[in-house]
């Protein structure tokens, strides 16, 4: 059922803006009139309308592309953006699902620096604080971010020996490597106490408008509570992260394997 004071004439724009965007320069007004599923006389006056505030241009051929003024609406978003007020404010909803700890990290270099952390009613004090670095490869949410680079990029990323956080922690690169495709194929990334003793995380990628990884989000628990949660918890950090991409300007689009 739609909303009381619903537009028709923006969700028909909305519709034509989609479809343009999808399959630029391809679509004509009779291909496009089926598509949307408008009648042509409705459509042309829409169209014309559009094309004149410059949210669309009209190519070679009569078919259509998207036009400058949409560019110059995108830029304004992307720069009122923020990835942590935005963490905050979507995070809860999935704190509020799992109650267990969620954090969100960027990548920098061989490690992750964490940038926010929002904590369910556990009272378990997490090793990592907003702020602070912790090695990628042993943390699920730096291992996800990883997932974009190649072995050879790893090799000169971790050229040095991978110091060992626990008995657990992946010290050798071809295992880490083996362990990052894995993560790339799934859209996750799970630890299993190599960052500290007793908890688990599994992790998410946030992807930006240019389908690139940006950051990580990921959940915390202690092995009590991962049997019974890991499986939920791993399809709410896949929604909160695909939540957070999309408001990044992710298209849906999946990432392309580099190796």
């Keep these: 059922m739609k909303e009381k004071y619903w537009v028709p004439a923006i969700e028909r724009a909305d519709k034509v803006l989609k479809e343009i965007g999808e399959y ?13 599923d408008i009648n042509k006389s409705s459509l042309f006056s829409l169209l014309n309308t559009l094309e004149t505030l410059k949210w669309v241009t009209k190519e070679e051929g009569d078919t259509y ?26 995070a809860s909803k999935s704190v509020a699902k799992i109650n267990e700890h969620i954090q969100l990290g960027v990548l920098e270099e061989g490690d992750v620096i964490y940038l926010g952390k929002m904590e369910g009613d556990s009272r378990v004090r997490l090793i990592t604080d907003p702020g602070m670095r912790f090695p990628a490869y042993a943390s699920a949410i730096g291992k996800i971010q990883l997932t974009q680079y ?12 991978l110091e060992q956080k626990t008995a657990f922690t ?27 003793l007793g908890f688990h995380c599994v992790a998410a990628p946030i992807y930006n408008f240019e389908n690139k990884i940006i950051a990580g989000v990921s959940f915390t628990m202690m092995t009590s509570s991962w049997e019974d949660k890991k499986d939920s918890a791993t399809e709410e950090i896949i929604n909160l992260a695909n939540r957070l991409s999309h408001l990044a300007g992710w298209t849906g689009e999946k990432q392309i394997s580099i190796d």
């Design 170 to 196: 992946i010290s050798n690169l071809d295992v880490l490597y083996v362990n990052v495709q894995e993560a790339r194929k799934n859209g996750y990334a799970i630890e299993n106490q190599e960052a500290a």
């Design 24 to 36: 630029p320069k391809q679509l004509r007004l009779m291909e496009l009139s089926k598509r949307v």
């Design 65 to 90: 592309s998207l036009g400058p003024a949409l560019g110059m609406i995108g830029s304004a978003y992307f720069r009122q953006f923020n990835i942590i007020q935005s963490f905050y404010k979507e």
């Design 150 to 161: 190649s072995r050879a990029e790893l090799e000169t990323i971790y050229s040095h020996p």
